[in-house]
């Protein structure tokens, strides 16, 4: 752990108390939590108040496309077993919601901060993260993301050399070529339903091999690591060959991923892999996904899916067809405003399913639909989907601000 420093300078105290007055002011005035406009405060203040809130932590960053939210939960969830944690839970992930956040934990020994891939080698910088936790990296908000490689050639060059330990998942070709640069890593089996973004090799542009689980590029040699952790089934396997069973009441899949991934994480902090898997049942819901809420004499699931990757994923937990799903898509700021991504979609999984649409892009959903040969009905609102469900329970995915508009509207 990293020594007790000295108290925060001066002007570091100003920062975070005017930080927190914008916050509670922006919050009064009923504009979500605010955490962003807080942070920013104090970051004009003290630019570099982040590294200085960092500098008395044992720091995990966690990034990815997909699971991000969800596994600094878990993460902060079984480190509680060794200390206090101090998190950036509701997903607030640029440096001003990560200020913001640590502002908050003056007593923490551990930081537990999910970071935008975007900003995650300014972010290592700044806090010096014991452990970086590394799980995917898919095609998402391509208006401001770019491309998939460039980020995974961004992540490479400002990791290389990081003293950080890093959680990595050696199932995703362009996470392993990022983490290949530092000389701490830790590899993990977790898995990777979405192959479509790495079909060519991240080295050398070569065509990427892919029998079964494993893949290799057939003409540099660039090939998946040996991994110490693995995902089994409904178990976690340790680097002694021990098998932890896995008790989430988070459902599907990339769920257990996430859990494999944190309880390597842990590990590195001395958490036990049975101690870890424990704290992790905890987790119920994550900022609204996978709650289920009555509205309407119904139970509605919310379940977020954000890009290609992500659907594919949230189409494995839903209930079997008669199911009724509504969809609900918008192109926000937040949401990325290009939809070409629908398109990447295999809505055809929906076949059996009534389907309702909704959202500020309900039409670009609709074409789609339609070219997948689905029966869907397009609505204005919620309250008129769910009128029209045939009995059951309904499963709701949207994605970032869609979900964010249904929570307000069925009081979640």
Not at 18 to 44: E, P
Not at 303 to 314: D, F, H, R, V
Not at 386 to 391: M, R, Y
Request: net charge neutral; aromatic share 6%.
């Amino acid at each position: 752990m990293a020594g007790n420093s000295d108290p925060l300078t001066p002007r570091a105290k100003i920062a975070v108390t005017a930080g927190k007055a914008v916050a509670a002011a922006s919050r009064a005035a009923g504009r979500g939590s605010g955490s962003v406009i807080g942070g920013r405060v104090a970051l004009k203040l003290d630019p570099d108040l982040l590294a200085r809130l960092a500098q008395h932590l044992d720091v995990t960053l966690v990034s990815a496309t997909n699971g991000k939210t969800t596994t600094t939960r878990l993460i902060a969830e079984a480190l509680r077993a060794a200390g206090p944690v101090v998190s950036n839970a509701l997903g607030a992930n640029m440096p001003a919601g990560i200020t913001s956040a640590l502002a908050g934990g003056s007593d923490a020994r551990f930081g537990v901060i999910e970071v935008d891939e975007k900003y995650l080698a300014g972010v290592a910088r700044d806090t010096d993260p014991k452990c970086i936790a590394l799980l995917n990296l898919s095609r998402d908000q391509l208006d401001r993301a770019a491309e998939t490689r460039m980020l995974a050639e961004n992540w490479r060059e400002g990791l290389a050399g990081s003293k950080a330990v890093i959680v990595a998942n050696a199932d995703d070709p362009l996470v392993v070529w990022a983490a290949s640069s530092s000389p701490n890593v830790i590899w993990v089996a977790a898995g990777q339903m979405w192959k479509d973004d790495a079909w060519s090799c991240p080295s050398c542009g070569g065509v990427m091999q892919r029998p079964g689980d494993d893949w290799f590029c057939g003409e540099c040699g660039f090939r998946r690591p040996t991994p110490s952790w693995a995902l089994s089934g409904d178990h976690v396997l340790d680097p002694h060959g021990s098998a932890w069973p896995i008790h989430l009441q988070l459902p599907g899949r990339a769920n257990k991923a996430n859990a494999t991934s944190s309880a390597a994480v842990a590990a590195v902090f001395g958490v036990p892999p049975q101690v870890a898997l424990e704290r992790m049942y905890q987790v119920q819901a994550v900022a609204g996904r996978y709650d289920v809420v009555q509205f309407q004499g119904r139970d509605l699931r919310l379940l977020l899916a954000k890009n290609p990757a992500g659907w594919l994923e949230t189409f494995s937990l839903i209930d079997p067809p008669p199911a009724p799903v509504i969809l609900s898509v918008n192109a926000r700021g937040a949401d990325g405003t290009d939809t070409s991504w629908l398109w990447d979609v295999d809505y055809t999984r929906l076949t059996g399913h009534p389907i309702f649409v909704l959202g500020d892009r309900k039409l670009d959903l609709a074409v789609r639909l339609e070219v997948a040969n689905q029966q869907f009905q397009v609505c204005d609102t919620v309250d008129q989907a769910v009128q029209l469900c045939p009995p059951g329970r309904v499963e709701v995915i949207a994605n970032y601000t869609a979900f964010q508009d249904l929570r307000r509207r069925v009081g979640n």
